[in-house]
């Protein structure tokens, strides 16, 4: 059944109601005066969600399962939530917190669905085999700037890497950590060999995305060695069983950080966007947007476009360019 669209008023009505909500958690000594402290309200982070099931972690770190009020919104993985427990030991979420970043999926109809909430790292996996695609990664590039998210690229596998490979690689993506997106180099196959991601996660919430073949599941078992155990907790505690492993769950890591897993990154792709999101999405064009000859210059021929000219002075790569005509021919919405 298609989910009911709401009007304007309706969603400034639960923003409004949202707000109220939020503010009771800075009157909690006056409630807790009112009320057992088991019933006052209380932040959380949605550790997984289930249909309407919600496993909340405390500020103490304890797993509760909560149902969501419907005239909240669409609670996800990585949330700061408001909750209060129940006298049935069971909590409900009574709001959501605003969140910093969020990652999204469109979805045929048109609409985005949420993924994960409050990232702050997408870490783009890459191999020499399957043949990494520049084009793919400035998808995720463009959509990890488009929520203000920092990225990092990780090219797996490196202990397939010969020299002539490296050679390749290093000329197909050396340009950019020149941009603002740093390499590193890991294989799981050598001891520490998995030590300059461990440290790039430390102290942030990061998501694993990457073309099929990767070793993105490979890594998380590594990262995770203890998933296993996490995952048993989180059933317990849920009660959702095998579920608890096909839905988008958050993990702590051992040596500090936080990784989100999400089966819906398999699939990831961009959605529609209207010329100035593609345009904002390469951040080496900035400093030229709006220096063109023509306002509605589609950087592709017009003569005194400053992109093209940017990129004959070599200060914009010729194949970020081209990434750039060609996803404007197939992702943008509205009049060109």
């Not at 919104?73 to 949330?79: A, E, F, L, Q, S």
């Not at 069971?90 to 979805?107: I, Y």
């Amino acid at each position: 059944m298609a989910r009911r669209k709401l009007s304007k008023r309706q969603k400034q009505r639960i923003g409004a109601i949202q707000q109220r909500r939020i503010q009771r958690l800075d009157e909690r000594a006056q409630l807790a005066q009112e009320t057992t402290e088991a019933d006052a309200p209380r932040e959380g982070v949605v550790v997984t969600r289930h249909g309407q099931s919600l496993l909340v972690r405390n500020s103490e770190g304890s797993l509760h399962l909560c149902l969501c009020r419907q005239n909240i919104g669409d609670p996800v993985c990585g949330d700061r939530v408001v909750w209060q427990s129940m006298p049935s030991n069971q909590g409900v979420v009574t709001a959501l917190m605003e969140r910093t970043t969020t990652l999204a999926r469109p979805l045929y109809s048109g609409e985005h669905r949420a993924l994960a909430a409050n990232l702050n790292q997408l870490v783009v996996v890459l191999a020499p085999k399957p043949a990494p695609s520049t084009y793919l990664l400035d998808q995720y590039l463009i959509a990890a700037e488009g929520i203000g998210c920092a990225v990092l690229i990780a090219m797996n596998k490196k202990d397939l890497l010969d020299i002539e490979s490296s050679a390749e690689l290093e000329q197909a993506f050396g340009h950019y950590p020149e941009i603002g997106y740093p390499i590193i180099q890991i294989s799981a196959k050598y001891e520490h060999g998995l030590d300059p991601l461990i440290e790039q996660l430390r102290n942030k919430t990061s998501i694993l995305v990457g073309q099929s073949g990767v070793g993105k599941s490979s890594l998380i078992k590594a990262l995770l060695p203890n998933i296993e155990i996490q995952i048993g907790r989180l059933s317990e505690s849920s009660g959702l069983g095998k579920h608890t492993t096909s839905a988008t769950t958050l993990y702590d890591l051992p040596q500090g950080g936080q990784l989100i897993d999400s089966p819906g990154v398999r699939s990831f792709r961009l959605g529609r966007l209207d010329r100035r999101q593609l345009e904002r999405g390469f951040p080496e064009f900035r400093p030229y947007l709006g220096s063109c000859r023509f306002a509605d210059c589609s950087h592709d021929h017009e003569p005194g476009c400053a992109l093209i000219e940017a990129v004959e002075n070599g200060k914009i790569t010729p194949q970020r360019l081209a990434h750039f005509r060609q996803l404007a021919a197939t992702i943008l919405e509205g009049p060109r």
